[in-house]
Structures are given as structure tokens and as C-alpha cells.
């Protein structure tokens, strides 16, 4: 049983929905591929050490070769993000909640040193 009421789960589930709608209108070249990965970022146990491992997880449905090529060939409109981010930093928009709640993703290719 929930403790949240129908409405507060279906309001919840259409936000989700638009939020991954508007994010998916941000990729511009091989965006399923990236998308597919985003969705295996967000949805792995931990930390991701490599993008290979990405690749094994339920939500990242395709093989090694998509996944280089989203990464190597994949584009992202980084103003899109910017702009589809900020609506939700002013006023008390449900984005809001969640960019301060710090849902955000680093990507390098360098490697970290631990000091």
C-alpha cells in the first residue's frame, strides 16, 4: 500500500514523463543510444567505473558497438539542458526540488586523483 494518494503518484509520474521528454528532445545525434545510456547511469547500483559496464545493466538494451557510437558520434544540445534546467531554478516549479536535490551527472574523460 502507498502512502501517497493516486493523484500525488500520477501527478509525480506525468512530471518524470515530461522531464525525460524534454531531456530526449536535448540529443541531437544517436540520442536513443544516449538516452539508453543516461537511463543505465541513473539506474545502476553505484558508481559507474566504466561505460562498458553500462552496457550489462537491463535498461542499456544494446551491445558494445551502440554504445561507443553514442558516446564517440552522439551530440547534445548543451544550451537545450541550460534552458530546460533553469526553468526549473526559479519559483517553485517540481524541478526545482530536483536540481537541488543534485541529481547531476559528470562525465570526464580524465582520470580522478584522489588526494
Not at 39 to 50: F, H, N, P, Y
Not at 58 to 78: P, S
Request: charged share 30%; proline share 3%.
Amino acid at each position: 500500500m502507498s502512502l501517497l494518494s493516486d493523484a500525488v503518484r500520477r501527478e509525480a509520474f506525468a512530471e518524470a514523463s515530461r522531464s525525460r521528454g524534454e531531456f530526449y528532445e536535448c540529443l541531437t545525434a544517436r540520442r536513443d543510444e544516449l538516452f539508453e545510456l543516461v537511463d543505465a547511469v541513473l539506474c545502476a547500483d553505484g558508481a559507474v567505473k566504466s561505460p562498458v559496464d553500462l552496457t550489462l545493466l537491463r535498461e542499456h538494451q544494446r551491445g558494445h558497438g551502440a554504445m561507443y557510437g553514442g558516446l564517440n558520434r552522439g551530440r547534445i544540445d548543451v544550451g537545450k539542458v541550460r534552458a530546460m534546467l533553469a526553468v526549473g531554478a526559479e519559483g517553485n516549479h517540481p524541478r526545482a526540488a530536483r536540481i537541488r536535490a543534485g541529481c547531476l551527472i559528470t562525465v570526464t574523460t580524465r582520470s580522478r586523483n584522489p588526494r
